[in-house]
């Protein structure tokens, strides 16, 4: 296939070319500037620069492709997350422009999409374990645009496409911002999981997130669940990043202070969220290559040359 990605140059970006590229497939790949696009270049795929939220940019640059993957996002950094305003151009990426994408590849007869979207837009359900079958939490406003995506693409599919969404779970690995915020505010023994110990944090390395994307190309429509099998609570969450970068214990910060910060909506980011992936792992064969993060963490210590997995 001939896939048209965007968000090649972000947090899973340049995984997911490396493994859409050893996979077989040709990759036309969104760049905003020069040097990225000659890293593009460099790395095997078509740069392309295009204006993700203009209709007829987007149905150009889409032209003669077979498949699109939309990884495109814009979370603001943890300074600036509790602003409403800083979600402005995240939050039309995921409505605008999926919209944009999808009209694209009706234009041109495109009938693969595949997605990105987030477990966050689960409720709460303690140690419960949550499959697809689980109905979103609706009365979040900050979830709302990250719906009104996936919805876009169930349209897509209920058309006749095949519109893939794929939920993850946070991300992390070597090259993640997560690794030099998660470093940064070691200094203070802060961190950047907040809530409580117990509660569950479902997580996702950015190179599973990858071979995820590949996956999904042959995935019926639908959508699902992409996470590591074992989530762990937010407090072995944070002992396994300790250990992997031989680091004081750490422990997640309070709820009631982001809720001071951030207001209501903080409980996205506050739940318990204990997330199952067999619905994509039977669909696809996928399975994640580092079951949890005391696997993966250890693993981006190691590519990082520091902590205990660098030993």
């Not at 406003?141 to 209920?158: H, I, M, Q, W, Y």
């Not at 690794?179 to 809530?195: H, I, M, N, P, Q």
């Not at 999904?216 to 609570?233: H, K, M, R, S, W």
């Not at 001071?260 to 669909?283: D, E, I, K, M």
Request: charged share 20%; net charge neutral.
């Amino acid at each position: 296939m001939k896939v048209f990605l965007t968000g090649a140059t972000g947090a899973v970006g340049p995984a997911t070319v490396q493994a859409l590229l050893d996979a077989g497939h040709d990759v036309r790949a969104v760049a905003r500037d020069d040097t990225k696009a000659n890293r593009l270049r460099r790395g095997g795929a078509e740069p392309v620069t295009v204006d993700l939220f203009d209709a007829e940019s987007v149905r150009a640059a889409t032209a003669g492709c077979d498949a699109i993957a939309h990884l495109a996002t814009n979370v603001p950094p943890l300074s600036r997350v509790a602003r409403t305003a800083a979600w402005s151009t995240h939050n039309r990426l995921r409505t605008e422009t999926t919209r944009h994408l999808v009209a694209a590849a009706d234009a041109h007869g495109i009938d693969t999409i595949v997605k990105e979207s987030v477990v966050f837009v689960y409720p709460d359900r303690a140690d419960v374990w949550i499959d697809e079958s689980v109905p979103p939490d609706r009365s979040v406003r900050a979830l709302e645009p990250t719906l009104e995506g996936e919805s876009v693409v169930t349209t897509f599919s209920d058309a006749g496409g095949r519109g893939v969404v794929l939920r993850f779970g946070l991300f992390y690995g070597p090259t993640s911002r997560g690794v030099d915020e998660g470093l940064r505010l070691a200094r203070v023994r802060g961190s950047t999981l907040a809530g409580p110990p117990g509660a569950y944090q479902s997580s996702i390395h950015t190179d599973d997130v990858a071979r995820a994307v590949v996956a999904a190309l042959g995935a019926p429509p639908g959508t699902y669940n992409v996470v590591d099998d074992e989530p762990l609570t937010r407090c072995d969450y944070l002992d396994a990043f300790s250990h992997a970068f031989d680091l004081p214990r750490l422990h997640a910060t309070p709820g009631w202070m982001l809720r001071l910060l951030a207001g209501p909506a903080v409980r996205v980011v506050l739940a318990s969220q204990r997330v199952a992936n067999g619905r994509f792992r039977a669909a696809t064969g996928w399975a994640p290559a580092y079951p949890s993060v005391r696997e993966g963490w250890a693993a981006a210590a190691e590519a990082r040359g520091v902590g205990e997995g660098a030993r």
